[in-house]
């Protein structure tokens, strides 16, 4: 007996595989993060620095006869030896107080060199072509971390003329000096120090930290446990160089991170609306029209008749005319995306300001699912 060849059921089978296949290569890929792009482990971080110092060699651009300047330039003067005389006040044109501002990189080490940005607190005008004298930066324990100095590139530009006239491009009142301070003190870290290192999400939500846990987990078993919405402690070898190893590999670890809280961020001042992927709209409908209104005033002069011993009188006339725009109705469907929601606002031609309210309305009736935050 010969038995058929089963064709049929091999074409459905391969048939089958294809369209596997196929939805394999269409689906779309799943977006993932590494863990050095979600957050920082703790204590491991920049540190502000400030400071007061004097700018000088300015083209009479300076703050001129201010007190500060002058007990400033006092202070420069007399750790250079040279001692001012009681009571006098020199013009001090060329010359400007400053505040100080750099970041202390972790990890920074003496002799080192950071950048600083010099900003004027005076009258100064523009500190182009000035140059700072060696001044202290201190941290906010009051220690001093770093000592700048050096020329200052400024960016700005201002002129003034003779008549009163002024014309100023971008800022010339604050400067920046590359590599203008050299380190004198470290900051320790304590990163090799201890059982357990935490390492804290930039951003408060616990199934992403959740999500980080079960990474680490997986590659070293026993190693992560979360403690908050932010924080994770880790348990590292002790020893900096094999605790850095771990770290390294910690941080290239990826994973999908939970989908963000949906929110609406208005800008009060610019008037900007910012709207993530997250927003959801339950079923709502949305109408907007434009109404105008315009009013045209005129003045008819009236003359007397000839020999009438009239006067001339002046009538006002005003005229009052209101057209509405066509008005439009967008329906949302429940679930609607954002792309639904900014497709169906720009058909209904809404403007910046409106959009505002529309969001306010939508949010008031119970239809946007996201959280408003007004800056």
């Known amino acids: 007996m010969i038995t058929p060849f089963p064709f049929r059921a091999i074409v459905q089978r391969l048939a089958l ?20 792009d979600l957050g920082s482990f703790q204590g491991i971080r920049t ?13 009479g651009t300076g703050d001129d006869t201010l007190e500060y300047v002058t007990q400033a330039m006092r202070g420069v003067s007399g750790r250079l030896g040279l001692q001012l005389p ?20 972790a990890f920074s080490k003496p002799g080192q060199r950071i950048d600083v940005t010099v900003s004027t607190i005076g009258k100064a005008k523009s500190l182009r072509g000035g140059a700072l004298i060696l001044s202290p930066l201190v941290g906010a324990d009051g220690q001093i971390y770093a000592m700048a100095q050096g020329n200052l590139a400024v960016g700005g530009l201002g002129i003034t003329a003779k008549d009163g006239s002024q014309l100023t491009v971008n800022v010339p009142t604050v400067g920046r000096i590359a590599d203008g ?29 959740s999500r980080v846990r079960d990474a680490i987990n997986g590659k070293y078993p026993d190693t992560a446990k ?11 070898p002790a020893g900096a160089d094999r605790r850095a190893s771990l770290m390294a590999s910690i941080e290239m670890l990826e994973l999908t991170p939970g989908e963000a809280q949906a929110k609406v961020i208005v800008n009060s001042r610019t008037g900007t609306v910012v709207i993530n992927s997250a927003v959801r709209l ?16 005129k003045q008819h002069v009236s003359q007397p008749g000839p020999f009438s011993q009239g006067k001339t009188a002046i009538t006002p006339s005003s005229a009052i005319s209101l057209s509405e725009g066509d008005g439009h109705v967008a329906l949302f469907k429940p679930g609607a995306s954002l792309a639904s929601l900014v497709d169906a606002l720009n058909k209904l031609g ?9 969001l306010e309305a939508l949010k008031q009736a119970g239809s946007l699912k996201a959280e408003m935050e007004v800056i």
């Open 86 to 105: 009681p009571g006098v006040q020199p013009g001090l044109k060329n010359a400007a107080a400053v505040m100080i501002t750099a970041d202390l990189p």
């Open 17 to 36: 595989l294809a369209g596997l296949a196929c939805a394999v290569v269409l689906a779309p890929p799943a977006q993932a993060d590494r863990i050095r």
């Open 226 to 236: 979360v403690e908050d919405g932010v924080t994770l402690a880790l348990k590292l």
């Open 350 to 358: 809404v403007s910046p300001s409106d959009l505002v309210a529309i």
């Open 282 to 297: 339950t079923p709502a409908a949305i109408s907007h029209g434009k109404l105008v209104v315009r009013i045209d005033e």
């Open 181 to 209: 301070a050299t380190v004198e003190r470290a900051v320790e870290t304590g990163f090799d120090h201890g059982d357990t290192l935490r390492w804290n999400l930039f951003q408060a939500d616990f199934l992403t930290a």
């Open 47 to 59: 540190n502000q620095l400030t400071g007061y110092g004097v700018v000088v060699g300015l083209p």
